[in-house]
């Protein structure tokens, strides 16, 4: 089956720091999705994409699907952006979609 | 907003014990999930449903059964919880077909002594 791999496995920044994740993933997929799992468990939906790049305030992704990566960067952050991060990937024909093993971000103020 | 609520955010059971967890959308989507996860394993998948009174097994099926009686809402029934399924649990939502990505509830974090 499909392999995603992020890193860097822990990261630990500065307030104001900014930084890159990076996802990568071994076969070509319909979907690709960021999250950011807060220090309460609960999995937030940062981005939706297959491919291409988004923003939204401070974060943005970019998904290059033919080369079969994503980067999420973090810009000027904040110490609640503190927690793991994940990518999950979908492809055709499968009923689930699966996760990376997650990037920890610590934020120091 | 996509609403998907968790019944309980905490919950202490003891071994033996049948133990229900609740998930409930307010968005219509047909695709409801269950996962654990545990320090080290990752998000793993224990059922899905696509549809009404339909089930699929997922890849931790075992000690687990689920219900999905109407389409809001997706049981995970524990029927005799043991100490080795202390875990996070989330449950996740999604429209058909899978592509459009999954909406996570905030998780319940179970603990069975």
């Known amino acids: 089956g499909i392999q995603v791999e992020q890193s860097p496995p822990d990261l630990i920044l500065q307030e104001g720091a900014n930084s890159t994740l990076r996802c990568n993933f071994s076969d070509s997929v319909n979907n690709l999705q960021w999250f950011h799992q807060n220090p309460w468990g609960q999995l937030i939906n940062l981005f939706y994409i297959p491919s291409g790049t988004k923003q939204n305030g401070r974060l943005s992704a970019t998904t290059v699907a033919t080369e079969r990566y994503s980067l999420l960067y973090i810009s000027s952050s904040q110490t609640t952006d503190s927690g793991v991060y994940f990518c999950?990937?979908?492809?055709?024909?499968?009923?689930?979609?699966?996760f990376g093993t997650g990037t920890r971000l610590k934020v120091l103020a | 907003d996509v609403k998907v609520t968790q019944s309980s955010r905490y919950l202490v059971k003891r071994t033996g014990e049948k133990v229900f967890l609740e998930c409930v959308q307010d968005?219509?989507?047909?695709?409801m999930f269950w996962y654990r996860q545990d320090p080290g394993l990752g998000l793993r998948l224990i059922y899905f449903?696509?549809?009404?009174?339909?089930?699929e097994k997922g890849d931790i099926p075992e000690g687990y059964s689920v219900s999905r009686e109407k389409k809001e809402r997706f049981s995970l029934i524990l029927e005799s919880a043991s100490t080795n399924q202390t875990s996070m649990y989330l449950c996740?939502?999604?429209?058909?077909?899978?592509?459009?990505?999954?909406?996570f509830g905030s998780g319940t974090r179970l603990t069975v002594v």
């Open positions: 999950a990937v979908h492809t055709s024909g499968t009923y689930k979609y699966i």
């Open positions: 968005m219509d989507h047909e695709n």
């Open positions: 996740a939502i999604s429209r058909r077909p899978l592509g459009y990505g999954y909406t």
């Open positions: 449903s696509y549809d009404v009174k339909m089930k």
